[in-house]
């Protein structure tokens, strides 16, 4: 594995340097590289679904290089999950009737400059979704007072510095999300408190190393997030159990293997977060029985092919997670029945357009 990853590295390198000789899309480790018709960078997906934009003059010199992040949560604690962008800093939130996304608006800024994640969850359990921001080990809070959200506090430093994934989840299930990290198959927590996160322990090593996405979700519904890696189409669990990740199981093969998305979401409302993958506008769904994943299937196509980010979140707050994709500022939405994702919708305009 190690070499494979060698190997990936130095094919990254070859991607950068060939920018120019390419005109099409690129998918690359979960990264995704977009060229326009001039031959010139438009875009990087990245695997933590942040997405780079590239910005030219009249004579093609680059202006700018501009980071954004496009986020679901349930931000105002009715129930229903929002659309959120972060960018330059900022937070920008258009909360969902349930029918639709609001007009946007600005919820927080002078968030710290060059932070390498930008997460949503809520850590001091009072239903509303936080914002954090993840800078070199440092985990800043800034939490939703409902209509903003405040200026931001250190909750714990040094957690995390040169991790490889960063991620929020209630791992031990007392309502607070909690903060953890992932380096080469270790996974290290930090628990909420309420007022902080507390010092960091280990919760499991040797789970998923070379892996290509790690998630977190509450696979089996006993209200703790577990621990998933993805691997070409593998999906491997270790269940939480409020005081570490238990040994790891391999719940589906073959499930997504050169998919463009892996995601974990509730979407039959049962309580048990299910594996999703997402493929040029194709969705497919592997349900979780608790034990392991389901026989996958397709709940909806054409719902997103050249899309910029896709997404899983309850935006209509009936239970189920719905699909999700946002494109140039507009964001389409594709409501889950339980069996499959209904014709997909466009619930907001101009939410990101800025870019
Ligand atoms: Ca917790
Ligand atoms: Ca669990
Ligand atoms: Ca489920
Ligand atoms: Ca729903």
Do not use: P
């Amino acid at each position: 594995m190690t070499t494979k990853l060698r190997h990936y590295s130095i094919c990254i390198l070859v991607f950068l340097l060939g920018n120019y000789f390419y005109t099409t899309t690129y998918a690359f480790a979960n990264n995704e590289f977009i060229y326009d018709l001039s031959d010139r960078l438009k875009y990087i997906r990245t695997a933590s679904n942040q997405i780079i934009f590239y910005k030219y003059d009249v004579n093609g010199n680059l202006l700018s290089r501009e980071m954004a992040k496009m986020l679901l949560d349930d931000v105002n604690g009715d129930g229903k999950a929002d659309a959120i962008v972060y960018h330059n800093g900022e937070w920008w939130v258009s909360l969902s009737d349930g029918d639709s996304f609001g007009t946007h608006m600005k919820w927080g800024e002078g968030s710290i400059a060059g932070s390498q994640a930008q997460l949503l969850g809520d850590v001091n359990g009072d239903g509303k979704a936080d914002a954090i921001i993840y800078y070199k080990g440092k985990w800043n809070v800034s939490l939703s007072e409902g209509t903003q959200f405040s200026a931001h506090q250190l909750w714990v430093a040094g957690h995390g510095a040169g991790s490889q994934a960063q991620m929020l989840g209630d791992v031990n299930g007392d309502g607070k999300a909690d903060a953890i990290i992932y380096y080469d198959g270790e996974w290290w927590v930090s628990l909420s408190n309420g007022n902080g996160f507390d010092a960091y322990q280990k919760w499991a090593e040797g789970h998923g190393t070379g892996s290509q996405a790690q998630m977190l979700g509450d696979v089996n519904g006993d209200g703790k997030a577990d621990a998933i890696i993805y691997y070409d189409g593998e999906w491997w669990v270790s269940l939480s159990n409020g005081n570490g990740f238990n040994a790891y199981q391999k719940w589906v093969e073959g499930h997504g293997a050169g998919s463009q998305a892996q995601m974990l979401g509730d979407v039959n409302g049962d309580g048990k977060a299910d594996a999703i993958i997402y493929y040029d506008g194709e969705w497919w769904v592997s349900l979780s029985n608790g034990n392991g994943f389901k026989a996958y299937q397709k709940w909806v196509e054409g719902h997103g092919a050249g899309s910029q980010a896709q997404m899983l979140g309850d935006v209509n707050g009936d239970g189920k997670a719905d699909a999700i994709i946002y494109y140039d500022g507009e964001w389409w939405v594709s409501l889950s029945n339980g069996n499959g994702f209904d014709a997909y919708r466009k619930w907001a305009d101009g939410h990101g357009t800025s870019l």
